[in-house]
């Protein structure tokens, strides 16, 4: 089976390409290297698998149209689209940029399937297309009251509408998988763990927006990954497909709670700065994963403890290299 990666030199992506080839997947990935973040760590990301008899890489923006058309002319069996303009914050003060990459980019890509008979999709979505939580319980895909306070977050709720769209029009089979807060090795730099750690190990204060009770339904990398397979096997196997569901870990962690763990892991005393909610942020993450364990299989195992420490190996692994 041939996959079409989005991404694929990303965080999630770069772990889910290498996922895909072990299973004995063909992969062609693209990546634009956005100057979001360093290129470098994308190419360090993109070298773990670059050279795989099964991998084959172009540089492409997906809101190209004429080189996703010219580019891409392969028969794939399912395109997993993990690519997008990414943070919550960076969104409020640039949405052109948003709407431009989530939206038109995945337009192009629902376009490029229509045009090639490409038939199945994973999209990446995320949490925030829910909004704030205000019962503090676990949200089910099928809660229909969204209010994403965030462009970000109305970028990806409206990917997953085009999605049911070209669904209804093309008989594409979908699944729309909202991700809750994906840590692990290789998280970008810009991220709060990632943050979090940097700074405690050059001793130096963090900042913590609100008064800690902020919570987030951490997922591991690894464990949203093999969602994401299981996802693909699904869509594989099954006609006439169109699902929304949760990957997430089902545990909120207060920010409060989070800290003190890195803290505790490194070896190093608090130095915490504390500051206002900023906008955008939303008060809870809590994914019902009922759906997921019932339609996928999905069993997330790693937790909180683990992962931080698996994720500061990693940083340090890569402070040596």
């Given at each position: ?89 960076p969104s409020i003060l640039n949405p052109r940029d948003y709407i431009d990459v989530n939206i038109k980019g995945t337009q192009n890509l629902l376009q490029w399937m229509v045009d090639t008979n490409c038939k199945k999709l994973f999209f990446a979505s995320s949490s925030s297309v829910y909004g704030n939580n205000k019962n503090g319980q676990a949200v089910k895909e099928g809660h229909f009251d969204l209010q994403p306070i965030s462009p970000y977050a109305f970028t990806k709720r409206s990917g997953e509408l085009m999605n049911y769209t070209y669904h209804h029009l093309y008989k594409i089979d979908v699944i729309n998988a ?144």
């Open positions: 089976m041939k996959v079409l990666l989005t991404g694929c030199a990303g965080f999630i992506g770069s772990h889910t390409c290498e996922k895909l080839l072990s299973k004995g997947f063909s992969v062609i990935g693209i990546d634009n290297f956005s100057t979001f973040y360093d290129r470098r760590i994308k190419e360090k990301n993109l070298d773990q698998f670059l050279n795989h008899p099964n991998f084959t890489f172009k540089e492409l923006d997906i809101r190209d149209h004429e080189a996703l058309k010219n580019e891409l002319k392969d028969q794939v069996d399912v395109l997993v689209h993990l690519a997008a303009k990414a943070g919550v914050r909202r991700f809750f807060t994906v840590y692990g090795p290789r998280q970008r730099p810009d991220l709060a763990i990632h943050k979090f750690v940097d700074l405690i190990t050059r001793d130096e204060p963090i900042h913590m927006y609100g008064n800690g009770d902020s919570a987030r339904d951490y997922t591991f990398v690894e464990d949203t990954v093999n969602g994401i397979l299981s996802g693909v096997e699904y869509l594989l196997n099954n006609e006439n497909v169109v699902e929304t569901i949760n990957l997430g870990n089902n545990t909120p962690v207060p920010l409060l709670t989070l800290i003190k763990t890195i803290y505790t892991q490194l070896g190093k005393q608090e130095n915490i700065i504390k500051q206002g909610m900023q906008d955008g942020d939303v008060n809870l993450t809590f994914a019902d994963i009922s759906k997921a364990k019932s339609l996928l299989d999905y069993q997330p195992e790693v937790k909180l403890e683990e992962g931080i420490a698996r994720f500061i190996d990693w940083y340090r692994q890569q402070d040596k290299n």
